[in-house]
């Protein structure tokens, strides 16, 4: 059964700079040999997520690339803009608005910090428990 997992920013930390948690995220992937891939809103999303994975911490190395090049089969981390089709992998980080509707074996879904911009996850969750995963949730 697929899971879908949604991470609630609460720390300073996160509500400040909430693409560190996806670097988080994607270093643990990394972590655990979890071919990744994090679905960016647009383009510019796409370069700020990939200059932070360089940088945000220093003893990290997590290998990622922005997607559309021959490398992209070969690179654990794959950052996807709208504009590039995003192969089948078995972990994707969300960051769109609507939910990953491919086959995967877990989506997470990073929840802002302001209650304000939470009603789009919410009916998001309801999208996935429809399709038949298993939901948790996390406060981060």
């Known amino acids: 059964m ?3 997992d949604f991470y609630l920013i609460a ?18 992937a990394c972590a655990a040999n979890q071919f990744t891939l994090i679905l960016a809103r647009d383009a510019a999303q796409a370069e700020e997520t990939d200059d932070l994975l360089w940088s945000f911490e220093p003893d990290a190395f997590i290998p990622h690339q922005i997607a559309g090049d021959e490398e992209d089969e070969l690179t654990p981390v794959l950052i996807v803009p709208p504009e590039i089709e995003a192969p089948p992998r078995p972990l994707v980080i969300n960051l769109r608005d609507e939910a990953w509707q491919q086959p995967c074996e877990r989506v997470l879904e990073v929840v802002p910090a302001d209650p304000a911009a939470r009603g789009p996850l919410r009916a998001r969750w309801k999208q996935y428990q429809a399709m038949g995963f298993e939901l948790n949730k996390h406060d981060m």
């Open 2 to 4: 697929p899971r879908a």
């Open 11 to 28: 720390k300073p930390r996160f509500a400040d700079q909430p693409l560190l948690l996806v670097c988080e995220l994607a270093k643990r």
